[in-house]
T-cell receptor, first 112, second 113 residues
């Protein structure tokens, strides 16, 4: 099975700090995604990428950016963290044209 | 707009009880449907999926779901739940283009021994 590894399971940051969340997949998959998961809201798509240096906005991109310099690595960046970005962040890769997603274990971010 | 709705936010059952979690979708054309499960402290994983064909699909751990096109529903069922089924369950739909994978708000299932 393809493994998706997220660099940090738990992070605590202060308001205004720059935050990097990294995601690495161990196969040559093109499609990668960042979601945030909040109680009562389900999963919401922040950004996705379908190839190196390619990125597309999802439903809630405000306050976030992404970087994909290598195919296996997809990073989520919070330029200036705010308390309303306290959440669980999920990285996933997806097979072509089916909608099926494979998730990492998640990174729980708390912004104080 | 495309949407997926889950009616039950929190369900509490005793072991051996039967389970049915509701999921309704709003898509105009062909749709692929999924149920994902997130056990406590674990990553989100696929429980079962429907692309086409037999509307009754079977997944892991004894779960099944039925696609009823006329009711726009894809309900998840299990005849007898176990304590280990305690988890959060998400329904999701896809109709083309990755930004169109839409998730429901999730149902937390608590199974009491």
């Amino acid at each position: 099975d393809v493994k998706v590894t997220q660099s940090s399971r738990y992070l605590v940051k202060r308001t205004g700090e720059k935050v990097f969340l990294e995601c690495v997949q161990d196969m040559d998959h093109e499609n990668m995604f960042w979601y945030r998961q909040d109680p009562g809201l389900g999963l919401r798509l922040i950004y996705f990428s379908y190839d190196v240096k390619m990125k597309e906005k999802g439903d809630i991109p405000e306050g976030y950016s992404v970087s994909r310099e290598k195919k296996e690595r997809f990073s989520l960046i919070l330029e200036s963290a705010s308390t309303n970005q306290t959440s669980m962040y999920l990285c996933a890769w997806g097979g072509p044209n089916t909608g099926e997603l494979f998730f990492g274990e998640g990174s729980r971010l708390t912004v104080l | 707009a495309q949407s997926v709705s889950q009616h039950n936010h929190h369900v509490i059952l005793s072991e051996a009880a039967s389970l049915e979690l509701g999921c309704n979708y709003s898509y105009g054309g062909t749709v692929n449907l999924f149920w994902y499960v997130q056990y406590p402290g674990q990553h989100l994983q696929l429980l079962l999926k429907y692309f086409s064909g037999d509307p009754l699909v079977k997944g892991i751990k004894g779960f099944e779901a039925e696609f009823i096109k006329s009711k726009f529903s894809f309900n998840l069922r299990k005849p007898s739940v176990q304590w280990s089924d305690t988890a959060e369950y998400f329904c999701a739909g896809y109709s083309g283009g990755y930004q169109k994978v839409t998730f429901g708000t999730g149902t937390k299932l608590q199974v009491i021994p």
